[in-house]
């Protein structure tokens, strides 16, 4: 059921990604953030908590607050994991948690209208492995010894993973 919900919503975006990209300024009623603005909006939320925390560790430093200062240092070891997750985040992250979030009617239209080609492509890819589709293995392999052979003739042989 939860794959079928994913699927349908996956076709939606996708069609309407190639429909919206010929409707240039058309009308959005409530905004939804496209994948690179969401993205960067979680960047600078940590970013902005690592830099309150580095302040306080400071005024702790400075009190002589050396219990709340260790603690301190730990959040912000946190802090630093949960920048380096937000870096890593993909297209497929922002439609599990992002844009499943959203309640608007037409929030994957919305949504599709934003996505570049590169991010269909990887939600693309990760609706795939979610159906369990293998990705092609390409396996470059020569021809013949080098002295019988036209120099630079390679053979492409594409082999589907196991």
Same mark, same amino acid.
């Given at each position: 059921?939860?794959?079928?919900?994913?699927?349908?919503?996956?076709?939606?975006?996708?069609?309407?990604?190639?429909?919206?990209?010929?409707?240039?300024?058309?009308?959005?009623?409530?905004?939804?953030?496209?994948?690179?603005?969401?993205?960067?909006?979680?960047?600078?939320?940590?970013?902005?908590?690592?830099?309150?925390?580095?302040?306080?560790?400071?005024?702790?430093?400075?009190?002589?607050?050396?219990?709340?200062?260790?603690?301190?240092?730990?959040?912000?070891?946190?802090?630093?994991?949960?920048?380096?997750?937000?870096?890593? =985040? *993909?297209?497929?992250?922002?439609?599990?948690?992002?844009? $499943?979030?959203?309640? &608007?009617?037409?929030?994957? !239209? +919305?949504?599709?209208?934003?996505?570049?080609?590169?991010?269909?492509?990887?939600?693309?890819?990760?609706?795939?492995?979610?159906?369990?589709?293998?990705?092609?293995?390409?396996? =470059? *392999?020569?021809?013949?010894?080098?002295?019988?052979?036209? $120099?630079?003739?390679? &053979?492409?042989?594409?082999? !589907? +993973?196991?």
């Amino acid at each position: 059921m939860k794959s079928n919900k994913f699927f349908i919503s996956f076709l939606f975006i996708l069609f309407t990604s190639i429909v919206s990209r010929g409707e240039p300024n058309s009308v959005i009623s409530a905004s939804i953030k496209g994948f690179q603005e969401w993205k960067t909006e979680k960047m600078q939320a940590v970013f902005l908590q690592a830099h309150s925390v580095r302040n306080q560790i400071n005024r702790a430093y400075l009190d002589g607050n050396f219990r709340l200062k260790e603690s301190l240092e730990r959040q912000l070891h946190q802090l630093k994991w949960n920048g380096e997750v937000a870096r890593d =985040l *993909t297209v497929a992250d922002y439609f599990s948690l992002y844009l $499943s979030q959203q309640t &608007q009617a037409d929030r994957f !239209q +919305q949504a599709a209208a934003k996505l570049s080609a590169q991010e269909i492509a990887e939600l693309m890819e990760a609706y795939s492995a979610l159906l369990g589709i293998k990705k092609p293995e390409v396996q =470059l *392999t020569q021809v013949a010894p080098a002295e019988q052979r036209k $120099s630079g003739a390679v &053979q492409i042989q594409a082999a !589907q +993973q196991k």
